[in-house]
C-alpha cells in the first residue's frame, strides 16, 4: 500500500512540511564527490588504461583493449535494420517532431551599421565537437539519444560523440537504433564519471568535446560539476519532477498515472499535485493505490511518493500555481479547464502541459519540444536543452574612421577612470 502525504496549506504547519519538499540541492555529497574527482584526476593522467579498468569494474566487463570500447556504425545500422516496423516508425516520427521544433530555434547572426558608419553584428557557428551522455543504468533511453542528438544536428555540429554504460557488456539495440537515426558519428560503451572526464579531456581512443550535454546520475552530475570550465556543460541534472494543478475536473486515474510517469524513474523522483478539490486528492490518492499495486517498478514508485510525493490542498489555483513557481519543477501540467488562463502567471518551469489532455509523458518522446529539462529548482534561471546550447555567438565590430573618431573620446575617457592606459592610448590613437 502507497504512503502518500498528505499537505494542506490552510493546516498551521504548511509551510515548514512545504519547506522540506523543496530541500532538493543538486550539490554533490562528500563521499560522491571524493571518488568523482580520484575517477576524474585519473582519466586524465592514465586515459585508456584507466578507462578500461572502471569500465570493468563497474559494467562487470572484461575488456582488454580501449577500442573495444566503441559500437561500429554497422552495428547501429544493424541494429536499426533489425528493428520491428512499427517501432522504427514510431522513432522517426518522434525524431521528426524532434527536428521540426528545434528547426524554430536556431539562433540568426545579425548586422546593423550605426549613425557614424560602424558595422555591428553577431555571428552564429556551431560547435567543433558535441558530447552526449545517455543513461543504461536501470533502464535504457533511446529517447534520450534522440533528445541530446538531433538539436547538435540541426545546429550544425559536424561530430557528435555518444557514451552510453552496458553493464554486463549489454546494449540495448533500440538505443543504437536511435543513434543510428539521429546521425551520431561515435558511440562508446563507457558511463559514469569516467566517460565525463574522457569526453572532457580526451583519451588516445575518446576524442574531447567542446560540450557535454545528457542526463545521468549522482556521479555524473558530479563529473560535469568538475569538469566544467574545461568544457561546457547543459546543466547539473537531478532527479526527475512533476508538479499538477488541477482544478477537480480530470479523470483521477488519469493524474495518478502522471504522477506515477516521473516517479517511476528513480527513488529520488518527486511528484507533487496541488489542487482546491479536496474530494478531487481524495479520489486521486484512490487511483494511486489501485493502480501502483500493478506497476513493474512499484518498488520504486512507492519510495519516490513516500518520500518525495504530496498532494497538496490550496485555496485556490492562482495559490496552486503560486507553489508551483516556488516549486519550480522540471514538468508542469495544467490539468484545468481554461489552462491559458493560468499561463501568464507561471514563471518557473522547465516545460509547461496545457490541459487534461496533455500528459507529461507525450513531451519525454515525441511531442517536439526537449525533454532534457531544467531540474532541482533550476528552472528559476535555467532554459530546456535546445539547439542554442550546441551555438556559439560571436560579436562582430567594425568601425569606420569617422565612427572611431565619435567612439575614442568615451573609450579613452572610461579607461583613464579605471587607470588604464594603454586601453586609453589605443583609443585616443584612433581619433
Known amino acids: 500500500m502507497l504512503e502518500i502525504r498528505r499537505l494542506d496549506t490552510q493546516d498551521a504547519g504548511f509551510e515548514a512540511a512545504f519547506q522540506r519538499l523543496l530541500e532538493r540541492t543538486p550539490e554533490a555529497n562528500p563521499e560522491v564527490a571524493t571518488t568523482v574527482a580520484n575517477i576524474v584526476a585519473d582519466v586524465r593522467a592514465r586515459g585508456d588504461v584507466a578507462l578500461l579498468e572502471y569500465t570493468n569494474h563497474f559494467d562487470r566487463r572484461s575488456l582488454r583493449h580501449a577500442g573495444e570500447l566503441e559500437v561500429p556504425a554497422a552495428k547501429r545500422e544493424a541494429a536499426w535494420n533489425g528493428l520491428a516496423r512499427e517501432l522504427r516508425d514510431v522513432l522517426q516520427r518522434a525524431a521528426e517532431r524532434i527536428r521540426v521544433y528545434a528547426e524554430y530555434q536556431k539562433l540568426a547572426p545579425f548586422e546593423f551599421s550605426d549613425a557614424h558608419g560602424n558595422r555591428l553584428g ?55 537504433a536511435a543513434a543510428h537515426l539521429a546521425g551520431v558519428d ?14 572532457a579531456y580526451g583519451t588516445a581512443t ?47 486515474r488519469w493524474i495518478a498515472m502522471d504522477l506515477f510517469s516521473q516517479a517511476e ?9 496541488l489542487s482546491h478539490d479536496g474530494g478531487f486528492l481524495d479520489r486521486v490518492a484512490q487511483a494511486m493505490q489501485e493502480r501502483g499495486a500493478a506497476l513493474p517498478r512499484q518498488k520504486i514508485v512507492a519510495a519516490s511518493i513516500r518520500e ?32 491559458e488562463a493560468l499561463l501568464p502567471a507561471v514563471r518557473h518551469a522547465g516545460a509547461v502541459f496545457l490541459g487534461r489532455h496533455t500528459p507529461e509523458a507525450f513531451g ?21 536543452l535546445g539547439v542554442y546550447e550546441f551555438q556559439k555567438r560571436t560579436s562582430l565590430i567594425a568601425c569606420s574612421p569617422e565612427g572611431a573618431k565619435q567612439l575614442a573620446p568615451i573609450a579613452s575617457a ?5 587607470g588604464l592606459q594603454a586601453h586609453a592610448a589605443s583609443a ?4
Not at 504530496?310 to 481554461?338: F, G
Open 206 to 252: 575518446i576524442p574531447p568535446v567542446d560540450k557535454i550535454v545528457g542526463p545521468g546520475n549522482a556521479y555524473v552530475a558530479a563529473a560535469k560539476r568538475l569538469v566544467f570550465g574545461r568544457v561546457g556543460i547543459d546543466s547539473i541534472a537531478g532527479p526527475s519532477e512533476i508538479v499538477v494543478v488541477a482544478d477537480g475536473g480530470s479523470d483521477p
Open 186 to 199: 561515435r558511440v562508446f560503451t563507457i558511463g559514469g564519471a569516467q566517460a565525463v572526464a574522457a569526453l
Open 265 to 273: 524513474h528513480d527513488e529520488d523522483a518527486q511528484a507533487i499535485l
Open 364 to 384: 519525454d518522446y515525441c511531442a517536439g519540444p526537449n525533454h532534457v529539462l531544467p531540474t532541482a529548482r533550476a528552472a528559476r534561471y535555467a532554459n530546456p
Open 308 to 339: 518525495r510525493g504530496a498532494l497538496i490542498r490550496v485555496r485556490s489555483l492562482d495559490e496552486a500555481v503560486d507553489l508551483a513557481n516556488r516549486i519550480a519543477p522540471e514538468h508542469l501540467e495544467l490539468s484545468v479547464e481554461r489552462p
Open 414 to 418: 572610461l579607461a583613464d577612470a579605471e
Open 122 to 176: 553577431q555571428r552564429v557557428t556551431p560547435l567543433d565537437r558535441a558530447g552526449i551522455y545517455v543513461p543504461g543504468g536501470k533502464a535504457a533511453y533511446p529517447s534520450s539519444v534522440l533528445m541530446n542528438a538531433i538539436p547538435a544536428k540541426v545546429a550544425g555540429v559536424p561530430e557528435i560523440v555518444m557514451c552510453v554504460p552496458a553493464p554486463g557488456g549489454d546494449l540495448n539495440p533500440v538505443v543504437l
Open 428 to 431: 585616443r590613437d584612433r581619433a
